[in-house]
T-cell receptor
């Protein structure tokens, strides 16, 4: 079945860039997503990328997709303390509607 | 719109009791998903509906779990009897599936503790 993997923890200083990485196994993945979860809250969609793209930029967020290596990354520029949260990578394909999530990366931003 | 609404937000019950979790999706959305989040297994899909019809229930752990969607604005997830290993946060999400990318909007979750 589909599998999505992420590193568990990342710590950065405020103002630095954060890069969160994700690998997936399903070669038919069509859409790849980054969700953010703050403590005690549900998941909030940050951004997504279609599999025929290799980069997408949205303000402070940059998503890079290497389809050959099945590697996805999320770069947050000028990381702020408010960015501290758990970030989930997720994927789906055109045949499925449900998302397969990674384990989540806890981002800690130190002032 | 108020977003996806889940109730209760917290539930503490004893082993063997019946638990019912409720979800109201965003109006106009035709897909509804139930996910479970635990430390051990992360976020996993339990079941999802399209136009009130269950499409994929392969993630439902066992017969103790059942889900219904009697109409487009309401769904329930029932656990009977509950067990301590069912303790988790249960999320409901909804989306509008017009094809291609479909953003899933998540509710705040129900934190279930089974003693």
């Amino acid at each position: 079945g589909e599998d999505v993997e992420q590193s568990l923890f990342l710590s950065v200083r405020e103002g630095d860039s954060s890069v969160i990485n994700c690998t997936y196994t399903d070669s038919s993945s069509t859409y790849l997503y980054w969700y953010k979860q703050e403590p005690g809250a549900g998941l909030q969609l940050l951004t997504y990328i279609f599999s025929n793209m290799d980069m997408k930029q949205d303000q402070r967020l940059t998503v890079l997709l290497n389809k050959k290596d099945k590697h996805l990354s999320l770069r947050i520029a000028d990381t702020q303390t408010g960015d501290s949260a758990i970030y989930f990578c997720a994927e789906t394909d055109t045949g499925r509607r449900a998302l397969t999530f990674g384990s989540g990366t806890r981002l800690q931003v130190q002032p | 719109d108020a977003g996806v609404i889940q109730s209760p937000r917290h539930e503490v019950t004893e082993m063997g009791q019946e638990v019912t979790l409720r979800c109201k999706p965003i109006s106009g959305h035709d897909y509804l998903f139930w996910y479970r989040q635990t430390m051990m297994r992360g976020l996993e899909l339990l079941i999802y509906f399209n136009n009130n019809v269950p499409i994929d229930d392969s993630g439902m752990p066992e017969d103790r779990f059942s889900a219904k969607m009697p109409n487009a604005s309401f769904s329930t997830l029932k656990i009977q009897p509950s067990e301590p290993r069912d303790s988790a946060v249960y999320f409901c999400a909804s989306s509008f599936g017009s094809g291609g990318h479909n953003e899933q909007f998540f509710g705040p979750g129900t934190r279930l503790t089974v003693l």
